[in-house]
């Protein structure tokens, strides 16, 4: 989806990506990364589950790299 982003003008895109995550067992695991998503600015925490998260997120400013770094912050890894 694209629409123009607030004060830019210009054209923006919106994806969603489910994230493997290594590292979780319980719903303690679930809570951190949930909280460690949702401090990027600009993401969408949709769903997180063990071993799993779904998130929506502007992918011109944010990557794979940032969300491997949040996770990795949290105590978990990014599934290659």
Request: with cysteine.
């Amino acid at each position: 989806q694209e629409y123009p982003s607030n004060n830019t003008g210009r054209m923006s895109t919106t994806q969603t990506d489910t994230l493997s995550i290594d590292g979780m067992s319980c719903d303690h695991c679930v809570k951190l990364v949930r909280e460690a998503l949702q401090d990027l600015e600009g993401v969408t925490v949709d769903d997180v589950e063990v071993g799993a998260a779904t998130v929506t997120y502007d992918a011109d400013v944010l990557s794979q790299a940032t969300f491997a770094e949040a996770l990795d912050d949290a105590g978990f890894s990014l599934a290659a």
